[in-house]
């Protein structure tokens, strides 16, 4: 195809809160549970996106709680799309866009195209369409928020579901008294290891909403496909009480159960490194879903994480510029 | 200037994608529709067509890329075989529900197991309840005709469906006929561009598909419903343009040939209108008041064009080539929806069903024959014997 | 035909059970006025303007946008009509400005509505 120049946009990074857009492109007026993750990570989102962007929703609790009775909250162009193939009809948008400026019948910025898929609709039963539309070079940011579990249809078992976690598909019994005995996928190891096309991923949490909101802006302003792993904590799901969303967000960073990092063209930059980890439990102990679980199994929680945390410690020290003998002296 | 050309009813289907200029194309190999996607391939990357072509991870992908692309305002074409039709079945409700006209093309191959290259119509018969548009071709002329013919219906603001535009697989989608190619000027008169309602855009902000209230729920099937009341007008405007453009003649529902004086008739579907044709011819021939009906479209069903074209008719033999195992007539669909057409006339003629063409086989014209000689005794002893007979077993 | 066979009627969706085509339906502003949420609430967040800071922490932390900044008047404004009392703001808040009110404490606090919204 030859070289045509479609009108990407640029989003600058934001510099503090007040600089933050003030319009709400995801406003409030929504059935989501009172303190839900999702539906702040996905204001954050929309407001750093800003008003030329089109969600594509896969099912999952921000399709179901959000667009009740032909009501949404998205003042953005929004469509649904099955659990399955957000990823593809997100294809078929952007290559919609594409033809329609080349025809000259759009002639505007190319809008920001920006799938808001659970983890069961990105790294489950989506992750065909996700990888296919990540393959295909499609200018596309996924999101994949992930509060852990099929939320929506009562709290089963997702691929990010956490060991030990009480489900309704991994309830703790006597011959099972974990729970959840498998250990969670990686989604965004998962897109980097196998997607050439994709050179920019990161994670974030709404506990760092400006964090969060450069690293959709940074993502947004790529020429091609993008991931974000958005930790949205579930009051709903993971049994705490509602106030704590955040402070469970911010627990998670803090104990090692989630890292913060950038990873642009192969090189990783990790964030809120916190300067001593706190033990899993101190993040355990306030959820409900872990409330069975007995220490040996917190010692096996302990020790997956601190295999994953072993990774950042390393990265940091290759990363962090080492003074040579010479500029000592 | 119009041109005619030799080619397979693959590359008819591609002519005919070409001419309407689609926008979005988007492809996944099975076999045998993939040829069309071979050519629109060849096309796109020869700059002939300015289109995204798009490598589906499946045919379930391919469908979903249409979706976006139509609910975006692209001109959106995409299609598949066999198992590939009944693997992307998620999606062809939500599209015909969301009112997204992309069109699929559909070259006919038997359902698994155990792997079957034949054609049969069970494939895309599987979708017929859909909500989609739902005809076959004879030939690859007519491929290219119904490819333009379902753009303008299916785009038609009183419509706005997407369409499933099938052809048999082999018999024409891989064997060449003659195809007249309609000129880019007569394209242009009878094709206008697509007009989406509502897309998605940054300008005026819309939401596509959330959830309705649980009152909502019967009244939205009833209103997808009420489209088809409205679906056949438009046919049959859309047709009578494409025969006065074109220069074609077409019935716009049922393809009748030596049916007037009839006392036994075929009802048939896609290319072994063909042999059947021929079999009439003989049959006639030999004092046998042979005549065929061929169905164009199954979804809308012409109801009154078949009572009206068959009525008159004493025996008609049911040509199926699709399975509905277990079944009121333990054969195939077509022959509970015609029988159902003729239920309310006065003379019902008697009606039975063939099994035949399945897996690929050929109907030779000595089954229409046999076929001819069943409808025959049926007339003389008024009376169906059997619902369904499958032929050579 | 000697007969005339049957047709198909017609098909009336009373106007209030309609769906809109394709069930396409236009983007909200600013807020949905269709899902008033303030009902679900037992508690609500009440300010303290002397200890509030305007560090925009509540802004930035509530799911349903129910913190607005006046600039000019250089306050924080709370939405009622939204607010599901979920009360992160009050746990996020590094001054200690926000406090949980029972809704029973206000002559229009929304548990006493007779209708719920």
């Known amino acids: 195809m030859q070289a045509f120049n479609y009108k990407f946009q640029q989003l600058e990074p934001l510099k503090s809160f007040k600089r933050v857009p003030v319009p709400e492109m995801y406003v409030p007026g929504h059935r989501t549970c009172a303190g839900c993750g999702p539906a702040l990570n996905y204001r954050l989102v929309a407001k750093a996106a800003g008003k030329e962007t089109i969600f594509i929703g896969p099912t999952g609790c921000m399709y179901v709680a959000n667009s009740s009775y032909l009501c949404t909250p998205y003042a953005v162009s929004w469509i649904h799309a099955q659990i399955t193939n957000g990823g593809a009809v997100a294809s078929g948008i952007e290559a919609a866009f594409k033809v329609a400026a080349r025809k000259g019948r759009n002639t505007g910025v190319f809008p920001n195209i920006i799938v808001m898929a659970g983890d069961g609709g990105s790294v489950d039963i989506g992750l065909q369409a996700m990888s296919g539309m990540m393959y295909r070079n499609h200018k596309v940011l996924f999101i994949c928020y992930d509060n852990e579990s099929y939320a929506n249809t009562g709290i089963q078992t997702s691929p990010t579901t956490p060991y030990g976690a009480k489900t309704t598909f991994t309830p703790p019994g006597k011959e099972i008294p974990e729970g959840k005995v498998l250990f969670p996928k990686d989604p965004p190891q998962l897109v980097i290891g196998g997607h050439p096309a994709v050179k920019y ?121 080492v003074p040579t003998a010479r500029q000592k002296a | 200037m119009a041109k005619e050309l030799i080619m397979t009813g693959c590359r008819a289907a591609a002519e005919g994608a070409k001419a309407a200029e689609v926008e979005v194309i988007c492809s996944f190999p099975i076999r045998p529709y993939t040829a069309i996607m071979m050519e629109l391939a060849k096309m796109v990357a020869d700059g002939e067509l300015n289109a995204e072509f798009i490598h589906g991870e499946g045919e379930h992908a391919q469908l979903s890329v249409v979706l976006g692309a139509a609910a975006s305002g692209a001109r959106a074409y995409t299609g598949s075989s066999g198992v590939g039709v009944t693997y992307a079945m998620e999606i062809y409700s939500p599209m015909a529900g969301g009112r997204y006209p992309a069109q699929m093309a559909i070259a006919d191959r038997t359902l698994d197991p155990p792997g079957d290259f034949g054609s049969e119509h069970t494939d895309a018969m599987c979708t017929r309840d859909q909500g989609w548009l739902l005809g076959w071709a004879d030939s690859p002329q007519e491929v290219y005709d119904n490819t333009l013919i379902n753009y303008r219906v299916g785009e038609d603001h009183r419509v706005m469906l997407p369409q499933m535009v099938c052809q048999e697989g082999y018999f024409v989608s891989h064997i060449p006929d003659k195809v007249i190619l309609g000129d880019q000027s007569q394209v242009k008169k009878f094709l206008p561009p697509y007009r989406p309602i509502g897309p998605l855009s940054t300008t005026k902000p819309v939401s596509h598909g959330p959830q309705i209230r649980p009152d909502q729920g019967a009244p939205m099937d009833a209103m997808r419903a009420a489209v088809f009341l409205d679906v056949p007008k438009v046919i049959e405007e859309a047709t009578a343009d494409f025969n006065r453009i074109f220069g074609r003649n077409y019935d716009p529902f049922v393809d009748q040939y030596k049916l007037a004086d009839a006392e036994i008739a075929f009802f048939v579907m896609g290319a072994h209108a063909n042999t059947c044709r021929k079999a009439v011819d003989r049959l006639r021939k030999q004092g046998v008041k042979a005549g065929m009906a061929r169905l164009r479209w199954v979804r809308p069903w012409p109801t009154h064009q078949l009572a009206n074209a068959l009525g008159h008719v004493k025996a008609i033999g049911v040509v199926e080539t699709s399975t509905s195992y277990g079944g009121a007539m333990r054969g195939g669909n077509l022959i509970h929806e015609l029988r159902a057409s003729l239920y309310d006339l006065d003379q019902r003629p008697l009606v039975t069903s063939f099994m035949a063409g399945l897996g690929g086989e050929t109907i030779w014209p000595a089954d229409f024959d046999y076929m001819a000689k069943v409808l025959t005794e049926m007339v003389k002893e008024k009376k169906t014997k059997r619902y369904v007979y499958w032929i050579g077993m | 035909m000697a007969k005339e066979l049957p047709g198909y009627g017609t098909i009336n969706v009373p106007k209030e059970r309609q769906v809109p085509f394709g069930a396409v339906t236009k983007a909200p502003v600013c807020t949905q006025q269709l899902f008033i949420t303030s009902n679900w609430r037992v508690v609500r967040p009440v300010k303290d303007d002397e200890k509030c800071t305007r560090c925009l922490i509540c802004y930035m932390s509530c799911p349903d946008a129910c913190w607005i900044f006046k600039e000019e008047e250089d306050v924080m404004e709370w939405v009622s009509d939204f607010c599901k009392g979920c009360q992160i703001c009050i746990n996020e808040c590094p001054s200690d400005a926000l406090t949980a009110v029972p809704e029973l404490d206000f002559p229009d606090g929304v548990v006493r509505l007779d209708k719920p919204f």
């Open chain 1, 201 to 321: 991923v990161a994670t974030t949490t709404i506990a760092h909403p400006l964090d969060l909101m450069n690293k959709v802006r940074k993502a947004l302003s790529q020429p091609g496909p993008t991931f974000l792993h958005m930790l949205a904590t579930c009051p709903k799901g993971w049994l705490f009480p509602e106030h704590l969303t955040k402070e469970m967000a911010r627990l998670a960073v803090e104990t090692g159960m989630w890292t913060l990092y950038e990873w642009e063209n192969g090189t990783y930059k990790y964030t809120n490194v916190p300067k001593k980890y706190k033990p899993v439990n101190e993040y355990m102990k306030h959820q409900g879903r872990f409330a069975h679980l007995k220490p040996e199994h917190i010692a096996k929680m302990q020790a997956f994480v601190d295999e994953k945390i072993k990774n950042v410690k390393q990265a940091i020290a290759v990363a962090a510029p």
